[in-house]
């Protein structure tokens, strides 16, 4: 007759109850340990949460609503619409300059400035919102160039800081750009106009090197461009018919 071995089913059933003794010991332990983290850690989130809760935004607005800038209503005689047109004579051959406004789009340029009291980070920020005209005018002789303006400036791209032109005084200066003159009246070949702003910049600007002297007539535009060589006029352009019109 064929015999078992019950001794070997019994060591396999006492280690089978140590084994699973074990796993029970070790899931009990790490239990306690997360138990016992948790309970040292909640007050601590608690705490964080409720700072966070008070802690107000580094760049809380000063204002309710942003600061908007107009353009200067002074600037606006000098903004034109699309399909706009000049046309001068260059002196030192007698060429035709034909200048045309291909485009011009108004834009609001937005941005921030840090300053006050208004939270415990120490500052808010207030907010700005700029009205700007982009204008791109492009030349029978010199090609394309960009008119930009800001709340008191029009300026051409070129040589930074450009050409600049505000409301100002005779004598003021900004950014290299001086008023020589306001005329309140200046004859320009054939053509008289009114009211005419002189003003020179120590840089060069879009098309033929050289210094600039221009003439600003509001409602027109510019009337005159003198190009400087040091202190003397190297060539002139005179406005000899334009079709314009102000910008809506």
């Known amino acids: 007759m064929q015999q ?21 010991l070790h899931i009990s332990i790490t239990i306690l340990l997360m138990i016992k983290t948790i309970r040292f850690c909640l007050p601590l989130l608690f705490v964080l949460i409720l700072f966070a809760g008070c802690k107000k935004p580094d760049f809380e607005p000063c204002d309710n609503e942003p600061n908007y ?17 000049w046309i001068y004579n260059r002196s030192m051959d007698s060429l035709i300059d034909t200048v045309t406004l ?12 840090r300053g006050g009291t208004a939270n415990m980070t120490g500052g808010c920020s207030s907010y700005y919102e700029e009205e700007r005209f982009s204008l791109f005018y492009f030349s029978s002789i010199n090609g394309g160039y960009w008119q930009n303006t800001r709340s008191d400036e029009i ?21 290299g750009v001086v008023i020589e003159a306001i005329h309140s009246s200046l004859t320009v070949g054939a053509n008289s106009f009114s009211n005419v702003t002189q003003v020179h910049t120590n840089v060069g600007v879009v098309g033929e090197p050289g210094i600039y002297r221009l003439y600003y007539c509001p409602g027109i535009g510019i009337v005159r461009k003198e190009i ?3 202190d003397s ?3 002139t352009y005179d406005l000899v018919e334009w079709h314009v019109q102000p910008y809506h």
């Open 102 to 113: 291909r485009s011009a789009a108004r834009t609001v340029y937005a941005w921030s400035s």
């Open 228 to 230: 400087m060589w040091g």
């Open 69 to 85: 800038i107009p353009l200067n209503a002074v600037l606006l005689p000098y903004v034109f619409a699309d399909s706009s047109q």
């Open 4 to 24: 078992f071995n019950t001794n070997i089913g019994f060591k396999n059933s006492e280690n089978s109850a140590i084994f699973r003794f074990y796993i029970c």
């Open 233 to 235: 006029v190297h060539n």
């Open 155 to 175: 300026w051409l791209t070129g040589n930074p800081p450009g050409l600049a032109f505000w409301d100002g005084q005779v004598g003021q200066n900004r950014n």
